[in-house]
């Protein structure tokens, strides 16, 4: 067993990185500034998008994109229920009613064709969930939502650096990234709304800071003259710059970190091969690039003998951090007992949130680490 606790997480720094945040701190100016402008232009420059607004988390890109939106009460959004309850909670905040479509069982992303089903005349809002690293089948799901005028925003909150038909997840539409300590890349807290529409992103950006008519970096520290004026009610969801220098040193290694992830996940697949109580995801079927933010299993259950909360905490006591990725949304307390949503509306959903399971990964970890795991894996199955 090993004598250090592996977390299923971890973010990776150098001394460059506290040296950069050091020296905003020195500078004087530490909330949106220089750094918080470039960050948004070195990132849309990376994924090709026109252009990103940096905000304070991803939740806040959701909330401000759904009000810029004017979703609300009497609208329709279709999501996944496999997925963080951040956006549905936005959704249910914002008055509108949450359409839950069924995951495939393998990739735990929507498929076009159940997106497709879902469709009515109160449809305003298609929000897809790139999963775990994948992306979801976009090509698809925009052929359906292009004709009758219904807006699609991404989940891409495990998808920086992801690949889609030789395209970075971002390039196209409208996107939201998330930059949490588990991320691929992180800025503390922080996220990013990417769109190749100008009117949407000048209203998010509106949006985050107070509905001013200028950002907070056009103003000016001193001798502020004119004062800017509210152009309408707004939030205050704004990237500090200590947050964005970090975000612009995580995404110059970007692809170093995913590259790394990637060899550490094709080490698992291949140690996990002959274990058959656990059952990694499928790779989509259609061209893309993963990036590995999550390497998540399935545990058979049936084979196993145990259940999933008892076999993650054996892993636990083997000194093994692991993590749940996701608790189906719909089954959560609130929405069973205030909305209605109950067991069996979603299969394929529902068997997976039962099993699902993330293993550590992330770029410091050694091969030796991912060989811990799955010994502790194999271990864990072995003893009852």
């Known amino acids: 067993?090993?004598?250090?606790?592996?977390?299923?997480?971890?973010?990776?720094?150098?001394e460059e990185d506290i040296r950069a945040i050091g020296d905003v701190l020195r500078s004087g100016w530490i909330t949106t500034g220089q750094h918080a402008s470039k960050f948004e232009e070195e990132f849309s420059a990376y994924i090709g998008a026109r252009g990103s607004v940096a905000l304070a988390s991803a939740t806040g890109g959701m909330h401000v994109a759904l009000r810029a939106l004017n979703i609300g009460p009497g609208d329709e959004v279709i999501t996944s229920a496999m997925t963080w309850v951040s956006t549905v909670n936005l959704i249910v905040l914002a008055g509108?009613?949450?359409?839950?479509?069924?995951?495939?069982?393998?990739?735990?992303?929507?498929?076009?064709e159940a997106v497709e089903q879902a469709l009515t005349e109160r449809t305003r809002l298609i929000i897809p969930v790139h999963f775990a690293g994948a992306p979801a089948d976009m090509d698809a799901i925009r052929r359906l939502a292009e004709p009758r005028g219904i807006p699609v925003i991404e989940d891409a909150a495990h998808a920086a650096g992801t690949e889609y038909h030789g395209r970075r997840v971002g390039a196209a539409g409208s996107a939201i990234?998330?930059?949490?300590?588990?991320?691929?890349?992180?800025t503390g807290e922080g996220g990013m709304v990417c769109s190749d529409d100008a009117d949407f992103l000048n209203h998010v950006r509106r949006l985050k800071f107070h509905g001013l008519g200028?950002?907070?970096?056009?103003?000016?520290?001193?001798?502020?003259?004119?004062?800017a004026e509210v152009v309408e009610p707004g939030y205050k969801y704004n990237l500090t710059d200590m947050a964005a220098v970090l975000g612009r040193r995580q995404l110059a290694r970007l692809d170093d970190f995913n590259r790394r992830r990637t060899a550490l996940a094709m080490r698992y697949r291949e140690r996990l091969a002959g274990v058959d109580e656990v059952l990694p995801l499928r790779d989509p079927a259609y061209p893309c690039r993963h990036s590995w933010h999550l390497f998540i299993v399935r545990l058979d259950i049936e084979r196993a003998r145990r259940d999933r909360d008892a076999f993650m905490e054996s892993l636990k006591q083997r000194n093994i951090g692991?993590?749940?990725?996701?608790?189906?949304?719909?089954?959560q307390k609130y929405y069973r007992e205030q909305m209605g949503f109950q067991r069996g509306m979603l299969p394929n959903t529902e068997w997976?949130?039962?099993?699902?399971?993330?293993?550590?990964?992330?770029?410091?970890?050694?091969?030796?680490?991912?060989?811990?795991?799955?010994?502790?894996i194999k271990d864990v199955l072995t003893h009852q």
């Open 322 to 331: 692991t993590g749940l990725h996701f608790r189906a949304v719909h089954l």
């Open 352 to 376: 997976n949130s039962d099993r699902i399971c993330s293993l550590p990964l992330f770029p410091d970890m050694c091969e030796e680490d991912v060989d811990d795991v799955v010994a502790a």
């Open 96 to 112: 509108a009613t949450p359409v839950f479509v069924d995951s495939d069982r393998d990739t735990l992303m929507v498929s076009p």
């Open 214 to 227: 200028v950002d907070a970096f056009d103003r000016r520290q001193q001798g502020r003259s004119p004062q």
């Open 1 to 14: 067993m090993r004598s250090q606790f592996l977390p299923f997480s971890k973010p990776s720094f150098d």
């Open 177 to 186: 990234f998330s930059f949490h300590p588990i991320k691929n890349m992180t």
